[in-house]
């Protein structure tokens, strides 16, 4: 109990959370390309095609993997705008701003292959339906809370708080987007795979299979970016502290 | 916990869930607008706007399509499998239009009981498999059709 107390402590300090997930990126990095690599082969050239929509259905392993990663995002942006707001713990902050245009990506990524696949399949790119609707929503919000937070330049650490509180406040659309397709009439079909339900809309293994894998996929090129982007965060904010110094130091000495 | 932390906690909470109130509200109010169409049974209702474009979904019925030689217009029947209503379309329709499949379409109702689109969308379910799962799942159907096989 007490290592996990003593790492929980390190991870709320910026030097020590730097120090420890630096060993973190290679291998996210590697298993977010090899799983993705596998995932699409997988998918685009074995998976079977499917009864009604032939080879057309293969976007499924990139939108909905991006969809799941778009609210997933969004969910920890929620907790860390919480963290942010009321213990005002700096590394929430960091992992808060670093994840916003990662979200973004995937959200922009699952409109956009949505509108691809609705096109043949729907007959139409774009309508307001309540799930298209509430997901374009998502991507405003992300837009916001990045939007806020850079229109306070001078003060960092006020804007981060302004910024969580526009993110609290857009976490109500995650449980909409989630149920759009349940609680009104959509031309958006309801979920094939659900935590409570299981696989149960997807009729054969080597359809699931590619899906989960670009599921986790997308999962670890998430740790990976927002690692990343955290770590240049920390260094930027905390530019005048003595830890940057000695962390920057050391890195130019490994390289040259 | 400290006091400070304690109100700005009790604060966003008490934000968090106004919030969520109000959304509630709004999304209660404006039901019907959310909607993305009208069922057979709420059009058989006359719960439609009159002389105004508006969405009937459904399925379309099984055997219900035709097509009007040396045109592009077709006839099919839409239905909740409470109600039906028949619809008329001139243009080209989606891959995934079949009958038995559910279908979104566009367009007013005249006079005579007749939907005349002028879009129609196909809709997907949920549900994807190869084809001899599909086959497969078909066969078992016909050999037992007391044992229901759900695939809601």
Redesign the interface.
């Known amino acids: 109990m007490n290592k996990i107390v003593k790492f929980y402590h390190e991870m709320g300090s910026p030097p020590s959370f730097y120090r420890i997930t630096q060993h973190w990126l290679m291998p996210m990095l590697i298993l977010a390309i090899g799983l993705t690599f596998y995932g699409l082969i997988d998918g685009l050239f074995f998976a079977?095609?499917?009864?009604?929509?032939g080879d057309?259905?293969r976007i499924?392993f990139v939108h909905v993997p991006a969809a799941w990663m778009s609210m997933f995002i969004y969910a920890i942006i929620g907790v860390c705008g919480?963290i942010t707001?009321?213990?005002r713990m700096k590394v929430a902050e960091a992992v808060m701003m670093a994840s916003v245009p990662i979200g973004a990506l995937f959200t922009a990524i699952t409109l956009l292959t949505g509108m691809l696949w609705g096109k043949?399949?729907?007959?139409?790119y774009w309508?307001w339906?309540?799930r298209m609707t509430s997901q374009l929503i998502l991507l405003f919000l992300y837009i916001g809370v990045a939007g806020i937070y850079a229109a306070y330049e001078e003060e960092p650490r006020k804007a981060a708080r302004l910024a969580a509180?526009v993110a609290?406040?857009g976490?109500?659309n995650l449980p909409?987007i989630r149920y759009s397709v349940y609680?009104?009439?959509?031309?958006h079909?309801?979920?094939?795979i659900t935590l409570s339900g299981g696989s149960?809309?997807?009729?054969?293994w080597?359809?699931l299979r590619p899906l989960l894998v670009m599921a986790l996929a997308t999962k670890f090129y998430y740790i990976y970016s927002m690692l990343t982007r955290t770590h240049t965060y920390l260094l930027k904010t905390e530019s005048n502290k003595k830890w940057v110094a000695n962390a920057v130091t050391k890195t130019k000495g490994v390289q040259s | 916990m400290t006091p400070t932390?304690k109100k700005?906690?009790i604060l966003?909470l008490m934000?968090?869930l106004g919030?969520?109130i109000a959304?509630a509200i709004f999304?209660t109010a404006f039901?019907d607008n959310?909607?993305?169409?009208k069922?057979p049974t709420e059009v058989a209702a006359q719960d439609y706007p009159q002389n105004r474009n508006f969405r009937l979904?459904g399925m379309v019925k099984d055997g219900s399509m035709s097509r009007v030689p040396n045109s592009l217009k077709v006839h099919f029947v839409v239905t909740d499998f409470a109600e039906e209503v028949k619809v008329e379309y001139e243009g080209i329709?989606?891959?995934?239009?079949?009958e038995g499949?559910g279908v979104?379409t566009i367009g007013q109702m005249t006079t005579g009981g007749l939907f005349v689109a002028e879009?129609?969308?196909?809709?997907?379910?949920?549900?994807?498999?190869?084809?001899?799962?599909?086959d497969a799942?078909e066969t078992a159907k016909k050999q037992q059709p007391t044992h229901q096989q759900g695939s809601e």
Do not use: C
């Open positions: 079977p095609e499917d009864y009604q929509q057309s259905y499924i919480i707001f009321v213990w043949p399949m729907w007959g139409t309508d339906d309540a509180l609290i406040i976490l109500v909409i609680w009104w009439t959509s031309i079909q309801t979920s094939s149960e809309g997807i009729h054969s080597d359809m | 932390r700005r906690l966003i934000v968090a919030v969520s959304v999304l039901k959310i909607m993305f169409f069922s979904g329709l989606p891959d995934l239009f079949r499949q979104v879009e129609v969308l196909a809709k997907h379910d949920e549900n994807y498999m190869p084809p001899e799962v599909a799942l």
